[in-house]
């Protein structure tokens, strides 16, 4: 027989004898239909008339009794009908996912813990591994969720163990989804984190060293090397015993080895420590169910649904470990051959009474005193070190209320035994002082010693008395990490001293590796883990680093009395002035002047005596491009001229401090010779553009555009109009001949010198 099942659905049972008579199928109806509403109270006092009109009780009308009941939550009433359907014939898994679930469901209304650790819960089935147990912290890789081995640091800035990057189902961060990059180019795969793994090794030496030999016995087991696999785990397991990840795999080693006692006292060990991890309770079900021990098993089943009630597998397992548990009320081969029905008796496989005792109320929600000492008379077959008893019952069969209800208070205290759960979590969730009063420590810590692994609210805590900002310096500038970068090497500098160091040669300054393809993707992601670490425990420290940096800056960005300067051509106010930056002094400069915010810089030409000219031009950085190598080409355009005052330098290049230019207004009659002047020149210059050949004026437009118009208020702009610095900028003249009139502070000498020029070339000009 086969009937399907999924939850929120209607199971409907197929009857034994539909045509049976006594059996009215428009009261089946109703009862679907109440069943259907939700009235199932209703639903089952229509089966229940059904079964008392028939001479003969019918299997599939006393399941569906049984799931009616079950939906109402009246667990205790509808193990009668299981049983009575169990006496007919064999109860299938797939008939009792009802009973499964509401059980498991009982048990979460009952416990607050497990219905915080259940809500959680996606609605989609729950992967067979559920292995997220360890508290993810700072310290956790995001993969395999244990302490950092061999950290590597990927392009995003996070870090992980690198055995973990090396797999091939790892394609993306699980912390930002980013994509990673395969490494199976470099000589050694990826490598490991040279600051962060030395730092890890001090703080937690003991747990490192547990994590090494862990990982030591996961590839001896890969390779069907057990024993010496499990002499593996069994050091890592001295060193660092309240690891949960490790005691799980320690005991699934023991499982593949046939060692059942051990799988069990490990899985055992694992609940006590982990009483919410729905894993540690699949694990010692499997361990029970393997030896044979069914009810027990079926105990750690239904707290696995009641945990994770999406997990599809367990579910399956307790449903067919369930309908092992009523086919053995039924199958004691020590009685003799069964009488009648209503004389017979039976014996069913329970567990111990203590426990049927103290759990059968809040399933059942009956009192405990409603179960009498005839029903826990225990039979001599089963030994006193047994996990197990036998218990006696009477007949399966007695019309509704007398053998049938024996034998399922007899199941009943199977079921039952599901303990009220392993949470002391009632009372508070995050107290790990109350969960060990309901769950006493694993029997691997011995009594007065203290674990190995420093945790805090389960979380590692680092020990302040090892850590020392000296581990944490960068050898470049030797000066606490600020904004900490780790090179695909896995070195780790500040990025501002590695953006230097690569501005001088593609190479690590510490291994001497080429980093040319770093340097050509500009992946220059913080290292998070250490830029978290350095905030947490070296916050003092790092506020100091932050301020030197930050006056640092403020300095960089005074555009009077420290301004870089690009020494290189003339510029002049609001005409362009691309730039090809290759140098790593220029480079350096034009990184602060971005990392500022000022985006400004000077410009001036050689002097050969003072090293640059003593008056230049400002330009304003509109873009930059860089190429793979590490040069750039930057587009900037000129904003205001400048007078140095004194000469400097700073990191390899030429700084000055300065003072801006300003052309000094005229007013009256000499305003108005201005104007008629302004007008006659720029007609001239006009004149003279319009005379050019073709190929010289498309040279000029590709280069400076346009010649500006004619501004109205010629005095507008500290400058003056930006039609003379166009012909400036195009007009035949050497640099010191536009140095001169670059430093004129007044319209009117400008535009003379200009015509003067103007009136020169026009003279020069070939016919």
């Not at 609940?271 to 069914?294: D, E, F, I, V």
């Not at 696995?304 to 579910?315: E, F, I, M, Q």
């Not at 960089?556 to 290759?582: G, K």
Request: charge should be negative; charged fraction near 25%; hydrophobic fraction near 35%.
């Amino acid at each position: 027989m086969e009937v399907r099942y999924q939850q929120g659905e209607l199971l409907v049972h197929p009857l034994s004898n539909p045509a049976a008579p006594g059996i009215c199928p428009e009261m089946l109806e109703v009862a679907e239909e109440a069943t259907r509403a939700g009235d199932f109270s209703l639903a089952a006092e229509i089966y229940s008339s059904q079964l008392s009109d028939l001479q003969q009780p019918d299997r599939g009308l006393c399941l569906r009794k049984a799931d009616t009941l079950v939906r109402a939550g009246r667990i205790s009433e509808a193990l009668d009908s299981y049983c009575a359907a169990a006496n007919l014939g064999k109860l299938h898994p797939e008939e009792l996912p009802l009973l499964v679930e509401n059980i498991a469901r009982s048990l979460r209304d009952k416990e607050p813990g497990l219905r915080s650790s259940s809500s959680g819960d996606s609605g989609e089935d729950c992967d067979g591994e559920c292995t997220e147990d360890e508290t993810l912290d700072l310290f956790s890789c995001g993969v395999c969720r244990c302490l950092l081995h061999e950290p590597s640091t990927v392009e995003c800035g996070h870090t992980f163990c690198k055995r973990c990057l090396e797999r091939d189902s790892v394609t993306d961060c699980v912390h930002c989804k980013q994509a990673i990059m395969r490494k199976e180019g470099l000589p050694n795969g990826r490598r490991l984190d040279v600051v962060l793994s030395g730092l890890l090794d001090k703080l937690f030496a003991t747990e490192s060293r547990a994590r090494k030999l862990w990982i030591e016995g996961e590839v001896l087991w890969h390779n069907h090397n057990l024993t010496e696999a499990l002499q593996k785990y069994d050091e890592a397991v001295d060193l660092a015993p309240s690891l949960g990840r490790l005691l799980c795999q320690r005991a699934e080693l023991h499982q593949e080895m046939e060692s059942s006692s051990q799988a069990l006292q490990d899985a055992s060990s694992l609940c006590r420590m982990k009483p919410l991890w729905p894993k540690a309770h699949y694990l010692k079900a499997t361990t029970l169910s393997q030896a044979g021990r069914n009810d027990e098993a079926l105990q750690e089943y239904l707290l696995c649904v009641a945990l994770k009630p999406n997990w599809t597998k367990v579910k399956l397992e307790a449903q067919k470990v369930l309908s092992e548990l009523f086919s053995s009320v039924f199958e004691n081969q020590d009685l003799p051959t069964p009488l009648h029905p209503l004389q017979g008796g039976i014996a069913s496989r329970l567990i111990k009474p203590p426990a049927l005792l103290r759990s059968l109320r809040p399933l059942t929600q009956k009192p405990a005193s409603s179960l009498q000492d005839s029903d826990l008379c225990m039979t001599k077959s089963a030994s006193p070190d047994e996990s197990s008893s036998r218990l006696s019952a009477v007949s399966p069969w007695k019309s509704d209320s007398c053998a049938v209800g024996e034998s399922s208070k007899s199941l009943a205290t199977a079921l039952a035994t599901v303990p009220a759960p392993p949470t002391g979590v009632k009372r508070k969730q995050s107290d790990d002082a109350s969960l060990a009063a309901f769950y006493p420590p694993s029997k691997l810590l011995k009594p007065g010693e203290p674990s190995s692994i420093t945790t805090a609210a389960g979380r590692r805590s680092v020990p302040m008395d090892l850590l020392d900002s000296g581990d944490m310096e960068c050898s470049l500038c030797m000066r606490l990490f600020y904004e900490p970068v780790a090179t695909p090497c896995g070195h780790t500098f500040c990025l501002k001293c590695l953006e230097r160091c690569l501005d001088h040669n593609p190479n690590c300054p510490l291994c001497k590796e080429n980093l040319s393809e770093y340097l050509a993707t500009r992946g220059y992601n913080k290292t998070l883990l250490m830029e978290e670490v350095l905030q947490r425990y070296l916050s003092n420290e790092l506020a100091e680093r932050k301020k030197i940096h930050e006056e640092e800056m403020k300095e960089l960005s005074n555009l009077n009395q420290e301004v870089p300067i690009f020494v290189c051509t003339m510029a002049f106010p609001t005409i362009p002035c691309p730039l090809h930056v290759f140098e790593p002094r220029y480079r350096l400069m034009i990184r602060r002047s971005m990392e500022t915010g000022t985006k400004q810089f000077g410009m001036c030409i050689a002097d050969e005596l003072k090293g640059f000219a003593d008056y230049g031009c400002m330009l304003q950085v509109q873009d930059v491009k860089f190429f793979p190598d590490g040069r750039s080409v930057v587009e900037t355009v000129g904003v205001s001229r400048f007078k140095v005052l004194s000469h400097g330098q700073r990191d390899g290049y030429h700084t000055a401090k300065i003072e801006y230019l300003e052309d000094k207004k005229v007013e009256g009659e000499e305003l108005a010779e201005l104007l008629k002047l302004h007008d006659a020149v720029y007609e001239q210059a006009d004149n003279w553009f319009t005379s050019l050949k073709d190929n010289m004026k498309s040279q000029i437009l590709s280069h400076f555009g346009h010649l500006p118009s004619k501004d109205p208020d010629p005095q507008a702009s500290p400058s003056g109009p930006a039609w003379c610095w166009w012909l400036l900028a195009v007009l035949p003249l050497e640099n010191r001949a536009q140095l001169t009139i670059l430093a004129m502070t007044t319209l009117k000498s400008r535009l003379i010198a200009i015509r003067k020029v103007l009136i020169f070339v026009t003279r020069k000009r070939p016919r």
